[in-house]
């Protein structure tokens, strides 16, 4: 069985299409746990209908604030040899779990990930458009991982994960980091893990909302980058693997940082210029593997044209 764990906290506008994209799913047997994050809206009354309808959906309340205590509490509740997270703004393609599931039971697999589809008004698209379908094991996990940093895709929690990994090993998610617990959950699980899988194919439609976390200003946003960016690099490192790709993901962390100072009531782009992660970029200069916006935003960092900075920003915000 696989357990399908989503944390919704005022999550009523969108909740029923990520149920519906659950219930319908060509895999049947699964659960559904929806962890009612202590909700003010409808959630709840959603939550609770939909179980009425089927018995495979679970209500769990979970009264203690942020997303890793409902997917902690999620994991506890589940009883299935699979855990799969999904977002309750988020929906799933029809076969998503079949194909998942075959996997991981046909090559004896820890985590199996998939593409992901980006959704907004613009249109879809996939996260990872060139790499192909791959199985990792041993001391070829790392390099799969190092091979694809530059995706994203193992950067996001929404995997297969085989329960007893993260049980034995008592993986969960980090209730001291606001920001990227996703990455910390990843890595902690693949360094238990024996197999590992990349399936090419667009399963998981990631909806890009105007009320999400990364539009919201991060008072320790420098502190929360910094503890990922060294978690990955201890990683990389304790593997011998080169660290370019990460080099390359650190302009995109830079400029969420730069971003995030732009969200603040008053900016302070001296702040960013300073940071330790900004000297660790500057250093490695990656430019030859950067699109030209991401070039021309490197340019500024190294020649401190705070001006620049400013509206490079302010253009990304209202876009």
Same mark, same amino acid.
């Given at each position: 069985?696989?357990?399908?764990?989503?944390?919704?906290?005022?999550?009523?506008?969108?909740?029923?299409?990520?149920?519906?994209?659950?219930?319908?799913?060509?895999?049947?047997?699964?659960?559904?746990?929806?962890?009612?994050?202590?909700?003010?809206?409808?959630?709840?009354?959603?939550?609770?209908?939909?179980?009425?309808?089927?018995?495979?959906?679970?209500?769990?309340?979970?009264?203690?604030?942020?997303?890793?205590?409902?997917?902690?509490?999620?994991?506890?509740?589940?009883?299935?040899?699979?855990?799969?997270?999904?977002?309750?703004?988020?929906?799933?393609?029809?076969?998503?779990?079949?194909?998942?599931?075959?996997?991981?039971?046909?090559?004896?697999?820890?985590?199996?990930?998939?593409?992901?589809?980006?959704?907004?008004?613009?249109?879809?698209?996939?996260?990872?458009?060139?790499?192909?379908?791959?199985?990792?094991?041993?001391?070829?996990?790392?390099?799969?991982?190092?091979?694809?940093?530059?995706?994203?895709?193992?950067?996001?929690?929404?995997?297969?994960?085989?329960?007893?990994?993260?049980?034995?090993?008592?993986?969960?998610?980090?209730?001291?980091?606001?920001?990227?617990?996703?990455?910390?959950?990843?890595?902690?699980?693949?360094?238990?893990?024996?197999?590992?899988?990349?399936?090419?194919?667009?399963?998981? !439609?990631? $909806?890009?909302?105007?009320?999400? /976390?990364?539009?919201?200003?991060?008072?320790? #946003?420098?502190? =929360? &980058?910094?503890? @990922?960016?060294?978690?990955?690099?201890?990683?990389?490192?304790?593997?011998?693997?080169?660290?370019?790709?990460?080099?390359?993901?650190?302009?995109?962390?830079?400029?969420?940082?730069?971003?995030?100072?732009?969200?603040?009531?008053?900016?302070?782009?001296?702040?960013?210029?300073?940071?330790?992660?900004?000297?660790?970029? !500057?250093? $490695?200069?990656?430019?030859?593997? /950067?699109?030209?916006?991401?070039?021309?935003? #490197?340019?500024? =960092? &190294?020649?401190? @044209?705070?001006?620049?900075?400013?509206?490079?920003?302010?253009?990304?915000?209202?876009?």
């Amino acid at each position: 069985m696989v357990s399908i764990i989503v944390p919704a906290y005022n999550s009523e506008k969108h909740l029923r299409d990520c149920i519906n994209s659950v219930i319908c799913q060509t895999f049947r047997e699964l659960e559904l746990i929806i962890v009612d994050n202590n909700s003010t809206d409808k959630t709840a009354q959603i939550i609770k209908k939909a179980a009425e309808s089927d018995g495979r959906i679970k209500y769990l309340f979970c009264p203690v604030p942020g997303v890793s205590n409902a997917r902690n509490a999620g994991i506890a509740y589940s009883c299935g040899d699979y855990v799969f997270f999904l977002d309750s703004d988020d929906t799933l393609i029809n076969n998503a779990i079949e194909i998942l599931h075959r996997a991981a039971e046909e090559d004896d697999l820890d985590i199996t990930a998939c593409n992901i589809l980006y959704s907004s008004e613009k249109g879809r698209s996939p996260m990872e458009g060139s790499a192909k379908t791959a199985v990792a094991k041993g001391t070829d996990i790392p390099l799969l991982f190092s091979d694809m940093l530059t995706s994203y895709v193992w950067y996001m929690v929404f995997k297969l994960f085989r329960r007893s990994i993260l049980i034995e090993n008592n993986i969960l998610f980090s209730t001291k980091l606001a920001v990227g617990e996703d990455l910390d959950f990843v890595i902690r699980a693949i360094e238990k893990s024996e197999a590992v899988c990349f399936i090419d194919t667009p399963l998981y !439609i990631y $909806n890009i909302t105007q009320n999400g /976390l990364n539009l919201k200003y991060h008072e320790n #946003l420098y502190e =929360l &980058k910094a503890i @990922l960016y060294n978690s990955v690099k201890a990683y990389l490192i304790k593997n011998e693997l080169p660290l370019e790709n990460l080099h390359i993901n650190l302009v995109n962390d830079i400029f969420a940082l730069a971003v995030n100072e732009q969200k603040s009531q008053k900016p302070d782009f001296d702040r960013l210029l300073r940071h330790e992660l900004t000297n660790e970029l !500057i250093k $490695n200069d990656p430019v030859g593997k /950067l699109s030209v916006s991401k070039r021309v935003f #490197l340019i500024c =960092l &190294k020649y401190r @044209l705070k001006f620049a900075l400013d509206i490079l920003t302010k253009i990304w915000i209202r876009s």
